[in-house]
């Protein structure tokens, strides 16, 4: 049975225990969530439902940003801002206020794969990334932490990116397009610089804008390096039901995928698409065709 098909979500009430500004317009929103609950890997989603009545029919998608166990209890963390119906909605809940949470969904960054971990941050991709790092320290693995951003202030999350990379033994590396902070161009230009001093094989885990994860999916294939990229689509079910999250495959996924009928997510499947939500949401570079993604 593929990964894909195996059912590791469940539908709960969750209580909003702490709700705050972060930086820069964004918010930090934490959610009791009960016991039972999975708990959720770096690069995995939630998907929120608000009560009714509510201005949005559909659940918005929400990468978990971290996760805290007390006891038995557990809060997952959210980084999001408010930019439209939904989440000018959710920005408004006060603890105590419950939220409908289905998750963990999708899969998420593969943390084990052996060779240098280089996680790399786009905005607000910071946050999963930080998981993943907090996740690597754990197994005493250091990583090489590139985050970069148009500007220094849309480093959204800086200062706890460095005290927390600096805590886990990892070197943060920044870059702006404007110079204004580390490096004066983007992750790409961190990527060249970087690589030729880091052990092989280089496997990257990626996070931000959909135009800067095909940049790093590009590199990562010229560079005989692996990438796992977190992506981002229009969701309704995210379980896999709805196939409303198409996301292109590359000609190779495709092919794999006719040979073996390798299509969990897809009862009826056509094989040229994957579905964001079951699939992915963290893809290898080689799994899309980047030329199609929008
Ligand atoms: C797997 C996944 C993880 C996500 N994680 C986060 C996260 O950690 N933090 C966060 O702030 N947002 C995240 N998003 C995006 C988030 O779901 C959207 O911001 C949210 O759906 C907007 O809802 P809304 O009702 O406020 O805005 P809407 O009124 O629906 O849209 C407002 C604006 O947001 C844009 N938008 C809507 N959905 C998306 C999307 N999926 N990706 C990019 N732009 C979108 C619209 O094009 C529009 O410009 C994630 C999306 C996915 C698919
Ligand atoms: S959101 Fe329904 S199939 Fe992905």
């Not at 918005?60 to 963390?77: D, E, K, Y």
């Not at 880091?198 to 560079?223: Q, Y």
Request: net charge positive; hydrophobic share 45%; proline share 6%.
């Amino acid at each position: 049975m593929s990964a894909a098909t195996v059912r590791t979500w469940k539908q709960v009430e969750a209580r909003v225990r702490e709700q705050r500004d972060y930086a820069e317009g964004f918010r930090w929103l934490e959610l009791d969530v009960p016991g039972d609950f999975r708990v959720p890997v770096a690069g995995q989603f939630v998907q929120l439902l608000l009560d009714s009545p509510s201005p949005v029919l559909l659940p918005r998608p929400m990468s978990v940003a971290g996760v805290t166990q007390r006891g038995s209890r557990l809060s997952i963390g959210l980084l999001y801002a408010p930019v439209g119906a939904g989440t000018r909605v959710l920005a408004q809940l006060a603890p105590g206020a419950v939220v409908r949470v289905t998750g963990p969904l999708g899969q998420g960054y593969p943390l084990d794969e052996a060779g240098t971990p280089v996680l790399v941050a786009g905005g607000r991709g910071l946050a999963p990334l930080l998981m993943a790092a907090e996740a690597l320290a754990k197994k005493k693995r250091a990583c090489e932490f590139v985050f970069g951003a148009r500007t220094k202030g849309l480093l959204i999350g800086l200062n706890v990116a460095r005290e927390a990379l600096a805590r886990r033994g990892s070197r943060l590396h920044l870059a702006t397009d404007d110079g204004s902070r580390g490096l004066k161009g983007n992750v790409i230009d961190v990527l060249d610089k970087i690589a030729p001093k880091l052990g092989a094989p280089i496997v990257i885990h990626a996070c931000g804008p959909h135009a800067m994860l095909a940049a790093v999916a590009r590199w990562a294939m010229a560079n005989g390096a692996r990438a796992h990229l977190a992506m981002e689509s229009v969701m309704a079910c995210g379980t896999g039901v709805c196939r409303g999250c198409p996301l292109p495959r590359s000609a190779e996924a495709r092919d794999r995928v006719l040979a073996t009928g390798d299509d969990a997510s897809a009862l009826q499947g056509n094989p040229e698409w994957a579905m964001c939500c079951t699939d992915g949401p963290v893809f290898e570079s080689r799994e899309l065709d980047w030329d199609r993604v929008e």
